[in-house]
């Protein structure tokens, strides 16, 4: 996969999780999820979907299910959790679901970001989405990097592209793409 343009990575200081879409999910937005689920190998018996507005999307581990809410479409925000489309969204649940049947899923939630991180990125593996796709979660799963840049417990040193990108905060990102560095 080629390196992203610049002008696309996009860090908030507060990390992700932002405004995204709130409308109630109709029935065809459900057979559009499901679609998605099953085109990247997800069983039909390990999805739900909440229809009410402003409903959130997640794995449960209790069900052992995913429950697609109304965020499941992208929002007007910014930052790259807030605007990954829907078939990157299914995707990341997908490998959630997937992480915890292997066992592999930091349940610790002090390392949930790391986890996340991680989801994203396995999530890139998934043969039925497009390459701007899996940029989302990879975008994504830096941006939750990048929250965890100065966490004691994870003596990294990222170097290279990823340092770079890492170290960007939205200041710096709007003033390059802005100016065209």
């Not at 065809?28 to 507005?53: C, F, N, Q, T, Y």
């Not at 340092?163 to 065209?180: C, I, K, P, S």
Request: glycine share 8%; hydrophobic share 35%; proline share 8%.
């Amino acid at each position: 996969m080629s390196e992203p343009p610049e002008w696309v990575i996009c860090f908030l200081p507060d990390g992700p999780g932002g405004p995204r879409a709130h409308e109630p999910l109709t029935e065809v937005d459900a057979r559009k999820i499901a679609g998605v689920w099953a085109m990247l190998g997800g069983d039909p018996e390990r999805v739900d979907v909440d229809h009410r507005s402003g409903t959130t999307t997640a794995y449960d581990p209790r069900t052992r299910k995913v429950r697609f809410g109304s965020d499941v479409y992208p929002g007007l925000g910014r930052s790259p959790n807030e605007a990954m489309s829907m078939p990157a969204v299914v995707a990341h649940e997908l490998r959630h679901l997937e992480r915890h049947d292997e066992g592999v899923a930091f349940d610790d939630a002090d390392l949930a970001s790391a986890d996340e991180a991680l989801t994203s990125l396995e999530a890139t593996r998934y043969l039925g989405l497009t390459t701007a796709e899996r940029w989302q979660l990879i975008w994504d799963a830096l941006q939750r990097l990048h929250g965890l840049r100065n966490d004691p417990r994870l003596p990294i040193e990222p170097t290279g592209f990823l340092a770079r990108h890492l170290r960007m905060g939205l200041t710096q990102w709007v003033e390059e793409r802005d100016h065209g560095y």
